[in-house]
């Protein structure tokens, strides 16, 4: 007997399960292998900070990190760890590695969340009016504009706007996530935290909703010229019916699933505006982990950012059922 769709979307989701878990599996023994490759340690980085260290003060300080195994030692170690939900502890910060996680996933979760939104809305539009228009001043500029944000890198992009906006305008705040000693609840809190959020949101966005417009434009180009379009419009229905309820709608199938792809270079590109805006979130996090050889902290960004990147994609995939009934979540 045939499933419901219910029971298709949980068939799909517990086959996704299965999958996702010698990808995430590989990609932690990938990235751990990898992590050994690099000079030094935490170890060394703790004594460069202390300023000196005797040969026995090493030695006590690997063997407290349990750095003073072999290297398979050390994975079947943090394999283990990871089999009983344990994280390990960070050399750089010297608490639990999960307690950092979650200090730092919510800023971070908030901060992609809303470029992807900005992202989208504005580049959907975007290429909904340069695919209307298409050849018309109006696609030329938005293609312009498009062209522009596709080839600004990300940190420039930021400091552009700091200087504008902060420096020359002093509208927005250039740096942190709230201001720091104002103790503000509510309404203000909320106000203060959008205005700290503007400024890394659009930075990060733009590149996005570059390639949003042009796939946007592309797609519904495209299904303009299909034979269902066709039959729409001979019914009757007016332009703008036409365009929102066929074109677009089936247009959105390929921009969804770029954006889905798109989910983990969000989490990169974080690194880079969270760095110039100071904002407190797992980019920031990785890259003091990255500089002080904080192997625990970096490997549990990197799992985290896998789970996210699948949950992702499998939201993707549900999606998909809803814009297109053809394609079934199975």
């Known amino acids: 007997m045939a499933l419901s769709r219910t029971g298709r979307v949980a068939r799909r989701l517990r086959r996704t399960g299965l999958q996702a878990i010698p990808s995430v599996l590989g990609i932690v023994i990938f990235n751990f292998l990898l992590l050994q490759l690099a000079p030094g340690d935490a170890a060394d980085v703790i004594a460069g900070a202390s300023g000196a260290a005797t040969a026995e003060t090493m030695a006590a300080l690997r063997a407290q990190l349990g750095l003073d195994h072999s290297m398979l030692h050390q994975l079947g170690a943090y394999l283990w760890n990871l089999a009983h939900l344990r994280l390990g502890i960070s050399a750089h910060f010297n608490m639990p590695v999960g307690v950092l996680i979650l200090q730092r996933l919510p800023n971070t979760l908030l901060l992609m969340i809303t470029a992807l939104l900005l992202a989208l809305t504005f580049g959907i539009a975007a290429g909904a009016v340069m695919a209307t228009f298409a050849g018309r001043w109006a696609d030329r500029l938005l293609s312009i504009l498009a062209l522009l944000f596709y080839s600004v890198p990300g940190f420039w992009a930021g400091l552009t706007l700091i200087i504008i906006f902060s420096v020359r305008l002093q509208w927005l705040p250039s740096d ?18 959008l205005a700290h959020l503007v ?11 570059a390639i949003y417009a042009r796939l946007t434009r592309a797609a519904m180009l495209e299904v303009a010229r299909q034979d269902f379009v066709r039959t729409a419009e001979a019914k009757g229905l007016s332009a703008f019916t036409v365009t929102v309820r066929h074109i677009l709608r089936n247009a959105l199938v390929p921009v969804s699933t770029v954006a889905g792809l798109h989910i983990g270079m969000l989490m990169g590109g974080s690194i880079v505006t969270e760095t110039v805006f100071g904002w407190p979130g797992l980019g920031s996090l990785a890259y003091e982990a990255v500089f002080a050889r904080d192997f625990n902290l970096l490997l549990a960004i990197v799992l985290l ?14 999606l998909h059922t809803w814009l297109d009934p053809r394609v079934e979540a199975i």
């Open 199 to 209: 400024m890394p949101a659009v930075s990060l966005s733009l590149f996005f909703l």
């Open 176 to 193: 942190g996530f709230t201001t720091v000693g104002a103790d503000l609840t509510g309404i203000a809190y909320a106000r203060d935290l």
């Open 305 to 318: 950012s896998a789970i996210v990147v699948i949950i992702a994609n499998v939201l993707i995939d549900l």
